[in-house]
Structure formats: structure tokens, C-alpha cells
């Protein structure tokens, strides 16, 4: 594993109920301090590679079966999911997931347990703040009664507290405003940028993905079939018509009618 990259997977393979292989031989590098993403349409495994990093495969009857995860230079077999948040692997999950009848307050201070054996650093709280001030107006209300937006920013807002070297988001934006999803995703690029923390970012709006993420990752079928620096992607006809809405020459055809020959013909030839 390269002094460079802080997660490394190899070859994985997951199987759910002892029967539904999810995964196959997939494998893809996050370097430390960018920001990837992983892209794919419903059903390829995007949140089950996040959950296979993370170690939460086993409350939903997964296993990972073959290939390896190393996680800041160390394989994450045998290791539990708090341990790994322990030694600064952060799974912010689909739908946030907060505590809804704690405040927002103590939602923050839940994920200092996070810290054990690491210390505290000064000033959590006023940074994650610093970075969304409604979540200080708010910091006494119930999160259950947050909006969705707010929800968000208070599950990054926990990743930060726990002072991660590397957070999993895993859709970001979903059910979220046009005008909220540019906004937190802002954030997250100004997150990136002054604390240095890598992301692993899975995404269905790619375009929003695009535009803070370093390099991608395409997947589809437990695969990953293109990857390269999000400039490159870009500009891939495939990845323009089938994730940023371009239509390619000839002006507007059936997405239904093209999307799996033409993916399965340029893709996995």
C-alpha cells in the first residue's frame, strides 16, 4: 500500500444471505487528502462497498467472501465498526441516521466516544460551527424535528467530531433541494480543502459529484468498469450521456433503449 493512499481495495467479493453475490473482484484506492467518488446506477453496490469498508456488512446478513481492505496501511478483517471509527474511519450512511429524539448538541457530543484513546482536539464543536452555523441557532432543538438539510449537516457534522482521517458519505444529497445540495456540497469541499481529511463520496448526482471529487469511479453489476481523474470522466461520451444527461450525435435518443447495449458494448468489451 503506497504511502499515499489511505484506503486500499482489493479484489473484494460480498455475498448477502449466503446466496446474492453483490460485489464481484471490485477494487478501487482513495489517496489521502482528495476527495473520490463512486458512481453507479441503483442497484450496482455502491452502498455495499461503503458498508464492506466500514464492517456494517454483517447487520444486514452480508460477508465478504474474497479480496481484502486496507485501511491506513493496516487489513480491516477482524476489526469491529467502532474500532474503525476509533482509528479515524468516519460511515456517514444513507439518510443520516441521527439521533432524533437527542438535540443537536447531543448528537455532537454522542460522537466524541468516537475519540477514546485518542484525546479530544480543542474546538470541535465551534469548528463543525464554524462550517454550519444553523446547526448553532439549532443546537438545542430536537433532531428529529431538523429538516432534512439540517439532518445532513449534522451527520457530517459527527464525522468531523470524531476527527476522521477518512469519511464515507454515502448520498449526500438525497432528498435534498437543488439549492441545498450545491450548498452542502460546498461545504464539503471547503471541509476537504482546509482539514485535509480523504473522502469516499458515493453519489447518484453526478454532476454535483464532478465537481468537488478529484477522481471517479464507475461501477456496475459488483464492478468497476471506469475510473480515472473526474476531468477525464467528464469528457467520456458514455459517462456525459449516461450520467450527465448529454446526448450524444445524432441530439436526443431512449435512454431506455440504449442504456444497457451501448454500456455493455463500449464499457466490457
Same mark, same amino acid.
Do not use: C
Given at each position: 500500500?503506497?504511502?499515499?493512499?489511505?484506503?486500499?481495495?482489493?479484489?473484494? @467479493?460480498?455475498?448477502?444471505? %449466503?446466496?446474492?453475490?453483490?460485489?464481484?473482484?471490485?477494487?478501487?484506492?482513495?489517496?489521502? $487528502?482528495?476527495?473520490? *467518488?463512486?458512481?453507479?446506477? %441503483?442497484?450496482?453496490?455502491?452502498?455495499?462497498?461503503?458498508?464492506?469498508?466500514?464492517?456494517?456488512?454483517?447487520?444486514? %446478513?452480508?460477508?465478504?467472501?474474497? +479480496?481484502?481492505?486496507?485501511?491506513?496501511?493496516?487489513?480491516?478483517?477482524?476489526?469491529?465498526?467502532?474500532?474503525?471509527?476509533?482509528?479515524?474511519?468516519?460511515?456517514?450512511?444513507?439518510?443520516?441516521?441521527?439521533?432524533?429524539? &437527542? *438535540?443537536?448538541?447531543?448528537?455532537? *457530543?454522542?460522537? *466524541?466516544?468516537?475519540?477514546?484513546?485518542?484525546?479530544?482536539?480543542?474546538?470541535?464543536?465551534?469548528?463543525?460551527?464554524?462550517?454550519?452555523?444553523? &446547526?448553532?441557532?439549532?443546537?438545542?432543538?430536537?433532531?428529529?424535528?431538523?429538516?432534512?438539510? @439540517?439532518?445532513?449537516?449534522?451527520?457530517? $457534522?459527527?464525522? &468531523?467530531?470524531?476527527?476522521?482521517?477518512?469519511?464515507?458519505?454515502? @448520498?449526500?444529497?438525497?432528498?435534498?433541494?437543488?439549492?441545498?445540495?450545491?450548498?452542502?456540497?460546498? !461545504?464539503?469541499?471547503? !471541509?476537504?480543502?482546509?482539514? +485535509?481529511?480523504?473522502?469516499?463520496?458515493?453519489?447518484? %448526482?453526478?454532476?454535483?459529484?464532478?465537481?468537488?471529487?478529484?477522481?471517479?469511479? !464507475?461501477?456496475?453489476?459488483?464492478?468497476?468498469?471506469?475510473?480515472?481523474?473526474?476531468?477525464?470522466?467528464?469528457?467520456?461520451?458514455?459517462?456525459?450521456?449516461?450520467?450527465?444527461?448529454?446526448?450524444?450525435?445524432?441530439?436526443?435518443?431512449?435512454?431506455?433503449?440504449?442504456?444497457?447495449?451501448?454500456?455493455?458494448?463500449?464499457?466490457?468489451?
Amino acid at each position: 500500500m503506497a504511502a499515499d493512499t489511505i484506503l486500499e481495495i482489493e479484489n473484494i @467479493e460480498v455475498i448477502y444471505n %449466503n446466496s446474492v453475490q453483490v460485489l464481484r473482484g471490485l477494487s478501487l484506492r482513495v489517496s489521502r $487528502g482528495q476527495v473520490v *467518488t463512486l458512481l453507479g446506477s %441503483n442497484g450496482a453496490g455502491k452502498s455495499t462497498t461503503l458498508k464492506a469498508i466500514s464492517r456494517l456488512l454483517t447487520l444486514e %446478513n452480508g460477508e465478504l467472501t474474497s +479480496g481484502r481492505i486496507l485501511f491506513d496501511g493496516k487489513d480491516t478483517a477482524g476489526e469491529a465498526p467502532h474500532q474503525l471509527v476509533r482509528r479515524g474511519l468516519f460511515h456517514v450512511m444513507e439518510g443520516r441516521r441521527v439521533f432524533g429524539d &437527542l *438535540t443537536v448538541e447531543e448528537n455532537l *457530543t454522542a460522537a *466524541t466516544f468516537a475519540l477514546s484513546g485518542r484525546g479530544a482536539r480543542h474546538g470541535g464543536f465551534d469548528q463543525v460551527y464554524s462550517y454550519f452555523p444553523r &446547526l448553532h441557532e439549532r443546537r438545542h432543538a430536537r433532531a428529529g424535528y431538523l429538516s432534512g438539510g @439540517e439532518q445532513q449537516m449534522l451527520a457530517i $457534522g459527527r464525522a &468531523l467530531i470524531a476527527q476522521p482521517s477518512l469519511i464515507l458519505l454515502d @448520498e449526500p444529497s438525497l432528498g435534498l433541494s437543488p439549492r441545498l445540495v450545491e450548498e452542502i456540497f460546498t !461545504i464539503i469541499a471547503r !471541509i476537504n480543502r482546509e482539514t +485535509g481529511v480523504s473522502m469516499l463520496l458515493v453519489e447518484q %448526482n453526478a454532476a454535483v459529484a464532478f465537481a468537488i471529487a478529484h477522481y471517479g469511479y !464507475i461501477m456496475e453489476m459488483g464492478k468497476i468498469q471506469l475510473d480515472g481523474p473526474t476531468a477525464r470522466l467528464m469528457a467520456d461520451q458514455d459517462v456525459r450521456e449516461f450520467y450527465l444527461g448529454h446526448a450524444g450525435p445524432g441530439g436526443e435518443r431512449s435512454y431506455r433503449d440504449i442504456k444497457h447495449y451501448k454500456r455493455r458494448k463500449r464499457w466490457l468489451s
